[in-house]
């Protein structure tokens, strides 16, 4: 009997198997965030080798449309029949659709399966964070979602450049066989460690929620990844999109007053901290994703950097967020308290945002990386205390729904980042390369405002000096769009209301208590 065992003995043996489970979430988190950095970099060797180049597109697509629409319904399931279950189902799923891309004969093929990947990793981020919900008080979260931050940037740093070296040396269907060898290491721990109560739950699963909700966020996707570039803002398909989108979406809320077990339960948002959180979280993936998109364009175009260790551009941002997201957990842990945090991490978003917008044809690269420090220092403030307060926001049995609605608006706000930031990026350059590039600066970003390296060694040196300028013009656009952005962030944190962290738990009435689950080996 585990009674009979001496008392001395169970913290040691708890702690131990806690850090057990946080490293396979470690590993889980990392495959997570890796996948797409690797790919990414993977694409032209793909394309070299299976062709379908007008579907190129598609294999980021597919995966993204996946892992948006899955989101919530992981969180949903955790909530309803249990987290570890759940959890463990979605990395299966995510080494099947590894396993498959990986054995794609053409480019059709590996669209499919790239969707079947995106399914299970919709279940990964969530199920991370929400079974850190689970095992950790909240008073002690911070400090562990502060290294899930790290793991974040370093997957962010480091993707680009293991991608290109396992295309290099492996070739590109070790981008996703990568996968599998970790992935079943994070299993494994996780089987053995990590006991959390079984659930039952008595009520269906709303299939007519999930199936509106997919549809709305299916929608708003393809809006914001077709819009100006496959079809013009103003074309009947993506009027279509729109019109499908939010029908849906109006749809989805209507339903889910009404059904008995609500994919997401709209009684999370009467929490202002929650509904707060959401917004910030949403501003958050609006801006850091469209800084990763132009930061490393304008210093490979303006500055002249070499694109083969583009993931080392971003180096100061993400170093800086990685530091400040483990202090800001560190000093939420000791004190219990975080209002400063999302304030703070606001204002340095606003600020270094705008003095981003100020960089030119001239700006050194010494500079363009203390101001990208800055914005990495201010994400860092937000990336997860933004999670730890919608968490310590709801009840026990909403952690699923919480994590994944957090996370689901972080993803919104990214495809909005990239789709809004880039049109007008590419307007501004195409308009500066009309007026200072004549009829050959046009013809040049007819197809597409951003060229590559090579396009850039052809053109003439008046051609491609009035491309410099314009795409400084173009990032000085979007980074000024996104300071502005910024501001609602800002607006939303200084009202946020802090209710201060316990270290067992957010207090609940007598009759919402439960004990936290334990990990045991």
């Not at 570890?84 to 099947?96: A, C, D, N, P």
């Not at 053109?459 to 502005?484: C, K, M, N, W």
Request: include cysteine; aromatic fraction near 8%; proline fraction near 3%.
């Amino acid at each position: 009997m585990a009674d009979t065992q001496t008392v001395e003995t169970e913290p040691e043996k708890k702690q131990r198997s806690v850090r057990v489970v946080l490293l396979a979430l470690m590993i889980t988190m990392m495959l997570a965030m890796l996948d797409n950095m690797i790919v990414g970099t993977a694409m032209p060797t793909i394309v070299g080798e299976l062709g379908g180049l007008e579907h190129l597109s598609w294999v980021v697509t597919a995966y993204t449309l996946a892992t948006a629409a899955a989101t919530p319904l992981w969180g949903k399931l955790g909530d309803m029949y249990g987290r570890k279950g759940v959890f463990m189902t979605s990395i299966v799923l995510f080494l099947i659709g590894s396993a498959l891309s990986g054995m794609a004969q053409d480019m059709g093929q590996l669209i499919g399966f790239r969707a079947v990947q995106g399914l299970g990793a919709g279940g990964l981020m969530v199920g991370v964070m929400a079974i850190i919900g689970d095992l950790i008080p909240p008073r002690e979260r911070g400090k562990y979602q502060g290294m899930m931050a790290g793991v974040m940037a370093l997957a962010m740093i480091g993707g680009p450049l293991v991608g290109g070296t396992i295309t290099d040396n492996w070739g590109w269907r070790w981008s996703f066989y990568i996968n599998l060898p970790l992935g079943v290491v994070a299993l494994g721990l996780i089987s053995v460690v990590l006991h959390l109560p079984a659930k039952r739950a008595q009520a269906r699963i709303d299939y007519l929620g999930a199936a509106l909700l997919t549809v709305g966020i299916t929608s708003i996707v393809l809006v914001t990844t077709w819009g100006g570039t496959e079809y013009a803002w103003t074309s009947a398909r993506i009027m279509e999109l729109i019109g499908i989108g939010v029908a849906a979406l109006v749809g989805f809320v209507f339903w889910q007053t009404k059904a008995a077990e609500p994919v997401v339960p709209l009684h999370i948002f009467r929490s202002r901290n929650f509904t707060l959180m959401s917004i910030i979280g949403f501003i958050t993936g609006f801006v850091m994703f469209g800084a990763t998109l132009f930061l490393p364009l304008y210093q490979q175009s303006v500055q002249g950097a070499s694109a083969t260790n583009s993931g080392l551009l971003l180096l100061p941002m993400l170093g800086a967020m990685l530091v400040t997201s483990m202090v800001a957990g560190r000093v939420t842990t000791n004190s219990g308290r975080y209002y400063v945090f999302p304030v703070l991490g606001s204002v340095l978003m606003v600020i270094g945002l705008y003095l981003l917008s100020t960089m030119d044809t001239g700006t050194s690269r010494f500079t363009s990386g203390v101001l990208m420090a800055v914005v990495g220092l201010g994400m860092g403030c937000l990336m997860q205390i933004t999670m730890l307060v919608a968490q310590n926001s709801v009840e026990m049995k909403d952690m699923g729904v919480a994590s994944s609605s957090t996370t689901l608006f972080r993803t919104l706000g990214s495809s909005f980042g990239v789709a809004v930031m880039g049109a007008l990026f590419n307007h501004r350059v195409q308009d500066t390369m009309a007026e200072r590039g004549g009829a050959l600066g046009s013809k040049v970003t007819e197809q597409s405002a951003q060229l590559d390296a090579k396009s850039l060694e052809k053109l003439p040196d008046a051609v491609r000096e009035a491309y410099q300028y314009a795409v400084s013009a173009g990032t000085h656009s979007a980074f000024l769009l996104g300071s502005i952005v910024a501001v609602v962030a800002l607006v939303a944190a200084v009202f946020v209301k802090e209710v201060p962290l316990q270290g067992a738990g957010p207090q609940k009435s007598a009759d919402d208590a439960a004990p936290a689950p334990l990990v045991e080996v």
